[in-house]
């Protein structure tokens, strides 16, 4: 059983900056991802940044405004977001894929964040 963890979303005006952190804790035999997806109202849940085996990827639209950092001895990742825009609005879910000690890998989701961008 694995359980990840979230936090830091909020209110924020555009221009400004929020810092997400999520947290994989359990049975966890070898981490080989932690990122962040977002989902907007009525859209389908998309990908924000990823740390895949110490790759890092970011969707066109947050590079250069969010930046990714990976703790591989926690299992924990942050997302610092900054310059955010009211499309940035949405529900920011965590991902950790992980070996679990049988060698099965699998996903784990957080509960998501809700970040919202308005004045």
């Known amino acids: 059983q694995v359980t990840v963890v979230e936090s830091g979303g909020g209110l924020v005006q555009p221009g400004g900056s929020l810092r997400l952190s999520c947290a994989a804790s359990g049975s966890i035999f070898r981490l080989i991802a932690m990122g962040w997806y977002r989902q907007g109202p009525g859209k389908q849940r998309d990908l924000v940044a990823d740390?895949?085996?110490?790759?890092?990827n970011y969707d066109d639209s947050v590079k250069g405004r969010f930046t990714i950092s990976r703790d591989n001895a926690q299992n924990t990742v942050s997302l610092q977001m900054n310059s955010l825009k009211p499309e940035d609005t949405a529900v920011y879910y965590c991902?950790?894929?992980?070996?679990?000690?049988?060698?099965?890998?699998?996903?784990?989701w957080g509960q998501g964040t809700q970040v919202t961008v308005s004045s």
């Open positions: 991902r950790a894929r992980y070996y679990a000690t049988n060698l099965q890998w699998y996903d784990d």
């Open positions: 740390n895949y085996d110490g790759e890092v």
